[in-house]
């Protein structure tokens, strides 16, 4: 009788977790920082030569990031959690404002992970820093 409540009990547990990168889910880890779970996407294109949010020039190769609220020059090191691939970047810009995405890398960032051809892919975003360079 045990046995179908802990199949039970591991199910909800597992959606629960899927549920939580979908939707941005956050956590505090005990040194203060936080970690951001939700898809990542990636930009470039058009973009290339733009401005972004804080002025700069988006550049294809620079390892930077558009966050939502973060501020600028935030530093967070970006899991791709399909392949455990990880890259640093800095948010310089704002975004990405489709549903369900906590963040657009720029081209560099997305190719140093392995995510191009996938598009968007789920991730673990760690804050290492804030308004630093």
Do not use: C
């Not at 020039?57 to 939502?68: G, L």
């Not at 935030?74 to 899991?79: A, D, G, I, N, P």
């Amino acid at each position: 009788m045990r046995t179908p409540t802990l199949i039970i009990a591991s199910l909800f547990l597992s959606l629960s977790i899927h549920n939580g990168l979908a939707s941005g889910r956050k956590t505090n880890q005990q040194d203060g920082t936080s970690i951001l779970y939700g898809k990542a996407s990636f930009y470039y294109g058009k973009w290339i030569g733009r401005k972004t949010a804080n002025g700069e020039i988006y550049r294809r190769a620079d390892m930077t990031a558009a966050h939502k609220t973060l501020p600028f020059n935030t530093r967070l090191r970006v899991t791709n959690l399909r392949n455990g691939r990880t890259v640093t970047v800095r948010v310089n810009n704002r975004g990405p404002y489709i549903k369900g995405r906590i963040i657009d890398l720029s081209l560099a960032a997305a190719e140093e992970i392995g995510m191009v051809k996938a598009g968007v892919v789920p991730v673990k975003a760690e804050v290492l820093s804030g308004n630093k360079k």
